[in-house]
């Protein structure tokens, strides 16, 4: 069952990590120009998890809270030694966590199903088809 597997994320350090059982909710991929920055990459890719599906999170780290476009916040938690950001929450989405797709170092991972900022994405990324695309978080 899908339902019981367990995925542990990372940073590269190693001392903030966070274990999840289950599958996300939904995983997102966003082009915007804060995800482009915060990441150091072309886009950012994160499995939305409730908050019930913690099974550990745990070790320092820092928060950022960012402005978003839609008047709300993004929560970052990074870590305060290696700099690797490893989850964030928005208060579009109360009781949910999103955890960067990255830090689980697994290829097994499922594929982003929402888009968000299409219109943003660099031109040589070739973006899944018939996904979910909003010009923003829905
Ligand atoms: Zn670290
Ligand atoms: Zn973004």
Redesign the pocket.
């Known amino acids: 069952m899908t339902d019981e597997t367990i995925r542990k994320a990372?940073?590269?350090?190693?001392?903030?990590s966070v274990t999840v059982r289950g599958d996300p909710e939904w995983v997102n991929l966003c082009n915007c120009h804060d995800c482009q920055r915060r990441t150091g990459s072309a886009f950012q890719i994160a499995g939305f998890f409730r908050e019930s599906q913690i099974i550990e999170n745990t070790?320092e780290r820092t928060e950022f809270h960012r402005p978003t476009q839609e008047g709300r916040t993004m929560d970052l938690e990074f870590?305060?030694?290696?700099?690797?950001s490893v989850l964030f929450r928005l208060k579009l989405r109360p009781g949910m966590m999103a955890i960067h797709a990255g830090c689980f170092a697994d290829t097994g991972f499922p594929a982003p199903d929402r888009i968000w900022f299409a219109h943003r994405a660099h031109p040589w990324v070739v973006l899944p088809p018939g996904k979910n695309m909003t010009p923003a978080p829905d």
């Open positions: 990372q940073c590269s350090c190693g001392q903030f070790g870590c305060p030694v290696c700099g690797v």
